[in-house]
């Protein structure tokens, strides 16, 4: 984690050199820093000994993959929207639902690097990237967790 953490700090120092042409080393860190979020094995916000600690690293992955990706025509479910991030379960299949263990209806959206755990419902509303939602939360109808929340 150290040497992710790292290569994050020092690409962020150097960050308007960073581009949609940009490989190698500064985008893995990125693409790997969003999939663990992605996957719940990090998080931005975390509570350790009854103080919130915010890894402000992980925030600088974060906006360095709006720095990498371009604008792309992202289809989910019954919509399509122009953006840099694509939908979480675009490309799911009802296995990986299953695995995933939380249940969703039309309308809410989930963007991917955000961390939905079992149990979760998701009425329509927005989870933006990095957000964590813990088990058994209901995210009620038209609500937003916002950025790394």
């Known amino acids: 984690m150290n040497e992710l953490k790292q290569i994050i700090e020092e690409a962020f120092k150097n960050r308007e050199e960073i581009n949609f042409q940009t490989q190698g080393e500064i985008r893995n860190a990125v693409n790997d820093t ?4 992605d996957k719940g094995k990090i998080r931005v916000c ?7 600690i915010v890894n402000q690293w992980i925030k ?11 604008n792309e025509v992202i289809k989910a479910s019954h919509a399509t929207w122009f953006d840099k991030v694509p939908s979480k379960t675009a490309n799911w299949s009802k296995k990986d639902l299953e695995e995933a263990g939380f249940r ?13 755990a079992k149990g979760v419902i998701l ?6 990237l990095g ?4 088990e058994g939360t209901m995210i009620d109808t038209w609500a937003t967790v916002g950025s790394c929340a």
């Open 131 to 134: 957000a964590y939602v813990d």
């Open 60 to 70: 600088k992955a974060i906006l360095l993959s709006f720095r990498l990706n371009d």
């Open 34 to 37: 969003l999939n663990q979020l």
């Open 123 to 128: 009425m329509p509303s927005f989870v933006n």
């Open 104 to 116: 969703y209806v039309p309308d809410a959206v989930v963007r991917k690097s955000a961390f939905i």
């Open 46 to 52: 975390e509570k350790k000994e009854n103080e919130w």
